[in-house]
């Protein structure tokens, strides 16, 4: 019924939001301050800088959007269960 551009449209919609509760979490560690503050921020932006290179390469090579989203999905979920813990 629906095509591939709408499940596109869900994923990047869902990435967003799941993008904020990533973002939420990491501003409240990196509030508390001290050591393991300093670490997420490290871990923030080099995180950053490897998704952009992979994204590039993806792109380059000539991957779908839909790929691309995929993938920043999975790291978004990894970052959500790793603040989760503690």
Do not use: C
Request: aromatic letters at 4%.
């Amino acid at each position: 019924m629906y095509g591939p551009m709408w499940k596109l449209g869900v994923d990047m919609t869902m990435l967003g939001f799941e993008a904020q509760t990533v973002i939420g979490m990491r501003l409240a560690k990196i509030a508390l301050g001290g050591p393991a503050a300093m670490a997420e921020a490290h871990l923030m932006v080099s995180e950053k800088v490897l998704a952009a290179g992979e994204t590039a390469m993806q792109i380059a090579t000539g991957k779908s959007p839909g790929h691309v989203v995929h993938g920043y999905r999975r790291k978004v979920r990894a970052n959500t269960r790793r603040l989760s813990k503690g």
